[in-house]
């Protein structure tokens, strides 16, 4: 099985700060890396798929990159309403690994 | 609209049963991959399992041979049997929608599941 390594585990930062989590493959999954948001007692929220293309809807603040086995979500500038737990996983191949998650608390 | 609502979750003793249904609306049900996935209360997220519009089954390692996905495109609907369930099987689960490889981006409301005697 693939595994996601997600870091940190836990941010705080300031409404209009910068914001990056990073996420790591075991083996290469080209681009076939999802991030989602999740709201305590909500169901997770697509953000992004195939790495870096922003699901309709969400706000482009959040950006994706990366390819391989190496990914990035970055919210360029941090709003309250992005506190949440983020999670990125992987849909190349069976099963479809998650993340362990990165908490943003501001 | 389009949406997932989901049914059937409840507490179960455990070596017992249940089966889970993920009724959908405001799309065409039988073009989408459908996936299950699971969460411990306070825990991340765990992708249990996917069925591909006409595709095989597919099951992470924690549940295969216990859990058998299936779908009924004539009733828009999405199921999971769960069996010789175990405490550890206790979570949040939902179901949620694909296109392909894409990520999931419509996802039930989720239904608890406890095993406990």
């Known amino acids: 099985d693939i595994q996601m390594t997600q870091s940190p585990s836990s941010l705080s930062a300031s409404v209009g700060d910068r914001v990056t989590i990073t996420c790591r493959a075991s083996q290469t999954i080209s681009s076939y890396l999802n991030w989602y948001q999740q709201k305590p007692g909500r169901a997770p929220n697509l953000l992004i798929y195939t790495a870096s293309t922003l699901q309709s809807g969400v706000p482009s603040r959040f950006r994706g990159s990366g390819s391989g086995s190496d990914f990035t979500l970055t919210i360029t500038t941090l709003h309250p309403d992005d506190v949440a737990t983020y999670y990125c996983?992987?849909?190349?191949?069976?099963?479809?690994?998650f993340g362990p998650g990165t908490k943003v608390d501001i | 609209e389009v949406q997932l609502v989901q049914s059937g979750g409840g507490l179960v003793q455990p070596g017992g049963s249940l089966r889970l249904s993920c009724a959908a609306s405001g799309f065409t049900f039988s073009s989408y991959d459908m996936h299950w996935v699971r969460q411990v209360p306070g825990r991340g997220l765990e992708w249990v399992s996917a069925?591909?519009?006409?595709?095989?089954?597919h099951y992470s390692g924690s549940v295969k041979g216990r859990f058998t996905v299936s779908r009924e495109n004539a009733k828009n609907s999405l199921y999971l049997q769960m069996n010789s369930l175990r405490a550890g099987d206790t979570a949040v689960y939902y179901c949620?929608?694909?296109?392909?490889?894409?990520?999931?981006?419509?996802w039930g409301q989720g239904t608890t599941v406890t095993v406990s005697s």
């Open positions: 949620a929608r694909a296109g392909g490889l894409v990520g999931m981006d419509v």
């Open positions: 996983q992987q849909s190349y191949i069976t099963p479809f690994t």
């Open positions: 069925l591909g519009s006409t595709g095989d089954p």
